[in-house]
């Protein structure tokens, strides 16, 4: 069997870009209504889903920066 990682790695990244855009609209959404009473017909199943991709994003964000080196 033939692996691609490069296109492994380009599907990846895009898949990545897709959720940080969803999760940017996610968060647009969520503050914009930040004034109003949080509904109670909103599936506790996606906005656990949707707290857990920010997260996710941020460790994501987080582990992306440089980190300084012991020398």
């Not at 707290?51 to 941020?58: D, H, I, P, T, Y």
């Amino acid at each position: 069997m033939n692996h691609h990682p490069g296109l492994h790695l380009r599907l990846h990244a895009a898949r990545a870009a897709d959720l940080r855009a969803q999760a940017r609209a996610w968060e647009l959404c969520r503050t914009a209504r930040a004034d109003r009473p949080v509904r109670t017909g909103t599936p506790v199943r996606a906005r656990l889903g949707w707290l857990l991709v920010e997260a996710g994003l941020r460790l994501l964000h987080s582990s992306a920066s440089p980190r300084p080196t012991e020398g």
